[in-house]
């Protein structure tokens, strides 16, 4: 089996086993046969996966100290994978799921369990999140 350390043989490692894979400015968008999209920068030492839940403004703002409690004690229960707030669009921040791996010496098992292991951490995050969302 080929290495597993760049942006071309991940690529075409997961064209293989039924992904679909685009990159955008340098980001692998990975999405699996259910449709979701997990976003990864690889880099001369790991790969860094994130899943983008919801914006911070699509919560109950008056519960999120709650919501960070939930979020965090949670990451407890859904290892490797964790919650996250992704900032940096400072105007709309997101809570996010992360993962990432050492591409070093990655096999394949360990690249599909970590995509497997966010696909299924979406799902209890989804619980988690979804008493918070503000109706609309």
């Known amino acids: 089996m080929a ?12 064209d293989e086993q ?3 894979v685009t990159t955008e400015d340098s980001i692998l968008i990975i999405q699996d046969e259910d449709g979701l999209n997990m976003f990864a920068v ?5 790969i860094e996966f994130m899943v983008n839940l919801c914006s911070v ?17 949670q990451n407890t229960e859904i290892l490797p994978t964790c919650f996250g707030v992704d900032s940096s669009d400072s105007d709309d921040a ?4 992360v993962d990432s791996l050492a591409t070093e010496n990655m096999d394949a098992n360990e690249l599909l369990l970590a995509l497997d292991s966010l696909a299924v951490n979406v799902v209890t995050a989804h619980e988690l999140l979804l008493p918070y969302l503000k109706q609309k």
């Open 57 to 73: 403004s699509d919560l109950d703002t008056s519960k999120l100290e709650e919501i960070y409690g939930k979020i965090l004690d």
């Open 42 to 46: 690889v880099d001369e030492t790991q």
């Open 18 to 20: 039924g992904y679909s």
């Open 94 to 97: 997101h809570i996010v799921l």
């Open 3 to 14: 290495r597993l350390n760049t942006p071309v043989d991940i690529t075409v490692f997961l």
